[in-house]
């Protein structure tokens, strides 16, 4: 289970007591709208993936055989208090491991058998993709950036629309 949410940088700022983690969000929002998403430590394997986790990757959100966001961690911090005073207490565990990302690509892009070779039709929890998942999107797209624009811009080749 995940959090997400959108908040300008100055009402951030009376939450955030790290002045690293303050001005690393700074230079990552010049225009000072931020996007963030957090999970719980405790599930699974969260803390191990999100250790692994680094600036640059790109953060997929799924939801019943769809992905429905797509956006690249910026920064990253695992910050408890931090998650309490966002989302407060609506559960026993906050949602600590947060992640900044870049403005989400948002919409509904139905996972169809001829995206296999890159995404799975089906996820639980955090998880990442294999290596294989991305070596394909590289080596058939020359980049995870032309496979976002081109596959999850939400403006599909007509060939994977339908089957």
């Avoid at 394997?45 to 997929?60: E, K, R």
């Avoid at 990302?101 to 169809?112: E, L, R, S």
Wanted: charged share 20%.
């Amino acid at each position: 289970m995940s959090k997400g949410a959108v908040r300008d940088l100055l009402t951030l700022s009376s939450l955030i007591h790290d002045e690293a983690l303050f001005g690393d969000l700074k230079r990552s929002y010049p225009d000072e709208t931020c996007y963030f998403w957090g999970i719980q430590e405790r599930k699974g394997d969260n803390l191990a993936t999100w250790n692994s986790m680094a600036a640059g990757d790109l953060v997929l959100g799924y939801h019943e055989r769809s992905i429905v966001s797509a956006s690249y961690v910026l920064v990253k911090t695992n910050n408890p208090t931090l998650a309490k005073e966002l989302w407060g207490r609506d559960s026993e565990e906050p949602f600590g491991l947060i992640c900044f990302t870049d403005k989400p690509h948002v919409g509904d892009v139905p996972i169809v058998p001829q995206m296999s070779r890159y995404i799975d039709p089906e996820y639980h929890g955090f998880v990442m993709l294999p290596p294989e998942k991305v070596g394909n999107m590289v080596g058939d797209y020359g980049s995870i950036e032309t496979f976002v624009q081109l596959c999850l811009g939400y403006d599909f080749p007509f060939s994977l629309r339908h089957t």
